[in-house]
């Protein structure tokens, strides 16, 4: 199967960044790695918005990623980092096969507010459960990854590592499947649901398949937080998280299966730098930046790329 263009990009961009974080310290290769995190969660925002719908719940999937690598590891004494990774899309995909059968029912604010309201459930379970550590959460035990186990220092490479691998193959999947029927298939929901009714195609099933596959996709997101961070708590599921993921899919776009990644590492970076120079205001800086790149690039950073290409052309 030949490549394409833009997948050629994306491995070549993974094995650059892969090749400098052996070069740069620790600090920035941990935020790189819950940036990539971060951008697995707002792609499954992007696939939603693609078909129309806007989720303020999708904390929900980010939280069950997460719970079940610390559960996992706590409670069934998996240590390995892709067997956790691939219980947490299993639970995941489980719930939200369930759930997707009501929320495909909605549209607009009503899919907006109901999933919220989920996602707001499995907080309130989580801050009641004393047996996981309530509003504290626990840690996360000591991982391995095929049989290696990461020394002293390398922990945080190694998680970089697994992450642009998922990452990469996500992207990699999703930039085809963006592309195939089932993708064009959300876009013309979007547009006119009716029509595509008419053409024959079941609407629902095609949002069934979409909406289950962002959550799989934010899974691996939470996952992967929690296997850097070390440590799961409830808060992963409050409202103010998920507002994040689709603040960020806003700023990037969803023109380009890039755009959640590039936006979601601007958002990691300027809040890192905002909280160690204005530590009592950074939350203004923050919004400050947000707000003009929002003014002047209305559909997104990846506009940019776009009006490049525009421009050339």
């Not at 929900?60 to 691939?86: H, K």
């Not at 002293?152 to 697994?162: C, H, K, S």
Request: charged letters at 10%; hydrophobic letters at 55%.
């Amino acid at each position: 199967m030949k490549l394409e263009r833009t997948e050629l990009s994306l491995i070549g961009v993974a094995i650059a960044i892969a090749i400098l974080a052996q070069f740069s310290p620790n600090w920035l290769v941990f935020t790189l790695t819950l940036a990539i995190s971060t951008a697995l969660v707002v792609m499954g925002v992007v696939m939603l918005m693609r078909a129309g719908l806007v989720s303020f719940g999708q904390g929900l999937f980010y939280c069950l990623g997460g719970y079940a690598v610390g559960l996992g590891g706590r409670f069934l004494g998996i240590t390995d980092a892709l067997v956790l990774v691939g219980l947490g899309v299993v639970v995941t995909t489980v719930v939200a096969m369930i759930l997707g059968l009501l929320m495909t029912r909605y549209r607009e604010i009503f899919f907006a507010m109901l999933s919220l309201a989920f996602s707001m459930i499995l907080y309130g379970i989580l801050v009641k459960s004393h047996g996981l550590g309530s509003t504290d959460g626990f840690g996360v035990v000591d991982w391995t990854l095929l049989g290696f186990t990461p020394g002293d220092g390398q922990a945080t490479t190694t998680a970089l590592m697994l992450a642009l691998v998922l990452a990469l193959a996500i992207a990699l999947f999703l930039n085809r499947y963006f592309k195939s029927s089932i993708g064009l298939a959300c876009e013309a929901i979007r547009e006119n649901e009716v029509r595509v009714e008419y053409m024959g195609i079941s609407h629902r099933k095609v949002l069934y398949i979409n909406y289950v596959l962002a959550a799989a996709v934010g899974s691996v997101g939470g996952s992967m937080t929690a296997l850097a961070a070390g440590h799961v708590d409830p808060t992963m599921a409050y409202w103010t998280i998920s507002g994040e993921f689709v603040f960020i899919a806003i700023l990037g776009g969803t023109g380009h299966v890039a755009a959640p990644f590039i936006a979601a590492l601007i958002f990691t970076l300027v809040r890192t730098y905002a909280v160690e120079l204005a530590p009592n205001a950074w939350q203004m800086i923050l919004g400050i930046v947000l707000l003009l790149i929002i003014l002047f690039l209305p559909k997104g950073i990846w506009s940019l790329f776009t009006r490049k290409k525009g421009a050339a052309s």
